[in-house]
């Protein structure tokens, strides 16, 4: 039972450098998140999706775009990577009903350093 | 925008010593509540949740968490700490508009000392 899964689990990028995280689940969830986790923050939500096809923005969206082209994936995309988007960044998914108490599950993480 | 306060950075205890770790939060409504738990280089992994049925909520691994709308807060709590439960542990609070949209506090981390 995978769950959540992301791709890459680490990589090293140069200022301005472009990448692409993938994010894919297999629980068949309407709603994912992108965070980012930064040491005494807790994590920040970067981007979520509401379901295929649609994309909105959290509390710290600027510098990255996200797509949702199919239901089980969300990209988290960085076009021009900064110093200051050194992180980690972790994935979630969840059933997404309006009553709010579905809990979301976590992948492993991607541990992303900009030089 | 709503807010949790989680009000220590660090905790530490002895095996076998009970465990508090404090939660409060900023709301004029009643939120879905949730305790989530990280281990080093992992993904976080949920410990409980609160969705307005029961004020004391049980989770997994003996922990448990009573909500006290007076006091705004969602104490999480274990009796007897085990070395296992060493980890980083965040509370978190949903949107008031948007119940599938959620805020992190900034964590605090559990020591267990042998």
């Known amino acids: 039972n995978a769950g959540v899964t992301q791709t890459p689990k680490f990589r090293v990028l140069k200022t301005g450098q472009s990448m692409t995280l993938l994010c894919a689940q297999d629980?068949?969830?309407?709603?994912m998140y992108w965070y980012r986790q930064d040491p005494g923050m807790g994590l920040r939500l970067i981007h979520y999706?509401?379901?295929?096809?649609?994309?909105a923005k959290g509390e710290v969206p600027d510098g990255y775009n996200v797509s949702r082209l199919k239901k089980q994936n969300f990209l988290l995309g960085l076009e021009s990577a900064a110093p200051s988007q050194t992180s980690v960044y972790f994935c979630?998914?969840?059933?997404?009903?309006?009553?709010?108490?579905?809990?979301?599950?976590f992948g492993d993480g991607t541990r992303l350093s900009i030089l | 925008a709503q807010s949790v306060t989680q009000l220590d950075s660090h905790v530490s205890v002895s095996e076998g010593t009970p465990v508090l770790l404090r939660c409060n939060y900023s709301?004029?409504?009643?939120?879905?509540l949730f305790w989530y738990v990280q281990h080093p280089n992992k993904g976080l992994q949920l410990l409980l949740k609160?969705?307005?049925?029961?004020?004391l909520v049980k989770g997994i691994n003996g922990f448990e968490a009573e909500f006290k709308k007076s006091e705004t807060s969602f104490h999480l709590t274990k009796p007897s700490a085990h070395m296992s439960d060493a980890a980083e542990y965040f509370c978190?609070?949903?949107?008031?508009?948007?119940?599938?949209?959620?805020?992190f506090g900034s964590g605090t981390k559990l020591n267990v000392k042998p």
């Open positions: 609160y969705t307005s049925a029961a004020t």
């Open positions: 709301s004029s409504y009643s939120p879905s």
């Open positions: 979630a998914s969840s059933y997404g009903e309006n009553r709010g108490n579905q809990p979301q599950h």
């Open positions: 999706s509401v379901g295929e096809g649609t994309t």
């Open positions: 978190v609070v949903s949107d008031k508009y948007n119940f599938n949209k959620f805020y």
């Open positions: 629980m068949n969830h309407e709603y």
